[in-house]
């Protein structure tokens, strides 16, 4: 029998995975001043052995004013990045063979000066040492959010800055890809947006000047990192809203990036305004990722509301994508790579103390059977 498609590798730029699994990136609000924690520990470990060939980590605030909430994840500062090699060390000491690590960098803009989840979501209160926003705009996100200032020229060249250092310190702790987050109404999904960008500079006024932020990032980033690390982007399919990024707007902007050395694209989509109306359902976005495949030819990773084994395999199967990722159902559950191994039929390697799991070992089915 031949591999299913999801199992087999699949090279990204000069990167190879060992099969077509993703850790989508996920926050969890637990760093201390951008500083990974314990938790970050079991949770990048975790990750490290569900038999995922690719683990992103999660929304890393390349400077301090980017990070979404006062929990998350940075790297701008040198204690971050002793934080982040003592988890990823320890993450890939216990990683199943040939799983690769990629960090999505990002920049949170007017989304800044946020709570955690658990404490509403919403802006900053003034008792909760909220911080000054910066954005496309001086116009908040919605109603309740702080007003954040419009990034000068300056500004926005110090922001780029700030990817570029984070990005060389990833170089530093190893990782094999870096994500640039272009999406879920971020700092360049702000200026990306026409919904966000109302500038008349050389940063907006037509699709070309707001796709600047993007361009210029990838290639400041593309040039600082060496080859054998690959450069992927995350973007927006769609913004969900009438005036908002559609999928011809993604295409675009994808071939751009491509030409400009983006290894692959996750497409997401979504996150710029509250206004918008997303009709989310099972693999609500693989149609957005089926237009950036085809239409750009670039290594396309599918997200969203892709949850059992048999629905990733018919997303490649069908050649909507060329790499599933996976979110909530690896929290859920962090082994779930191996149960998808089993459920097509693959022998997946595990760690041998785990080996006695396996179900054909032990499970009620096979003791019938026996
Ligand atoms: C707890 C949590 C944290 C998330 N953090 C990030 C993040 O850091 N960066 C990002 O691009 N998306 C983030 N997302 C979105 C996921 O990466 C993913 O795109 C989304 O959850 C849809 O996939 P799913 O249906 O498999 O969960 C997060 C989602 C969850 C549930």
């Not at 994500?179 to 702000?190: D, W």
């Not at 947006?193 to 000047?209: I, L």
């Not at 099972?282 to 750009?296: E, L, M, N, S």
């Not at 785990?354 to 019938?368: E, G, H, I």
Request: overall charge neutral; proline content about 6%.
């Amino acid at each position: 029998m031949s591999l299913p498609l999801l199992f087999s590798p699949l090279k990204i730029g000069p990167v190879t995975v060992p099969n077509r699994i993703a850790v989508a990136p996920m926050c969890q609000y637990t760093a201390d001043d951008g500083s990974m924690t314990d938790w970050h520990l079991q949770h990048v470990m975790n990750l490290a052995m569900s038999g995922a060939g690719l683990v992103m980590v999660e929304a890393t605030g390349v400077e301090r004013r980017g990070r979404i909430t006062h929990g998350c994840v940075g790297l701008y500062s040198d204690a971050n990045e002793r934080a982040m090699a003592r988890v990823l060390a320890a993450a890939r000491a216990v990683a199943l063979p040939e799983t690769k690590f990629g960090i999505q960098l990002a920049h949170a803009g007017r989304k800044a000066s946020a709570q955690v989840p658990w404490d509403g979501g919403g802006a900053l209160t003034a008792d909760a040492d909220p911080w000054q926003t910066v954005s496309s705009t001086d116009q908040p996100f919605g109603p309740g959010w702080h007003a954040p200032e419009a990034l000068d020229a300056a500004g926005i060249e110090r922001s780029i800055e700030a990817f570029v250092q984070a990005a060389k310190r990833s170089v530093r702790l190893g990782y094999e890809a870096i994500e640039l987050h272009m999406t879920h109404g971020y700092l360049v999904h702000q200026f990306f947006s026409p919904v966000s960008n109302k500038r008349q500079d050389a940063w907006g006024g037509t699709p070309e000047k707001r796709m600047k932020l993007a361009l210029d990032l990838m290639q400041a980033v593309r040039t600082a990192v060496p080859v054998s690390v690959a450069v992927g982007v995350r973007i927006a399919g769609s913004d969900w809203m009438e005036g908002g990024v559609t999928i011809d707007d993604a295409v675009t902007l994808t071939n751009r990036l491509k030409v400009l050395g983006a290894a692959y694209a996750c497409v997401s989509s979504g996150g710029l305004d509250p206004a918008a109306r997303i009709s989310v359902g099972p693999g609500y976005q693989v149609g957005f990722a089926d237009a950036i495949k085809k239409q750009t030819g670039i290594v396309t990773r599918a997200v969203g509301m892709i949850v059992s084994p048999e629905q990733a395999e018919k997303i490649l199967a069908d050649g909507h994508a060329d790499q599933i990722a996976l979110a909530r159902a690896f929290l859920d559950n962090p082994r779930w790579g191996w149960h998808a191994a089993d459920a097509l039929g693959v022998d997946l390697h595990r760690p041998p103390q785990y080996d006695r799991a396996r179900p054909k070992l032990w499970s009620v089915a096979a003791l019938k059977k026996g």
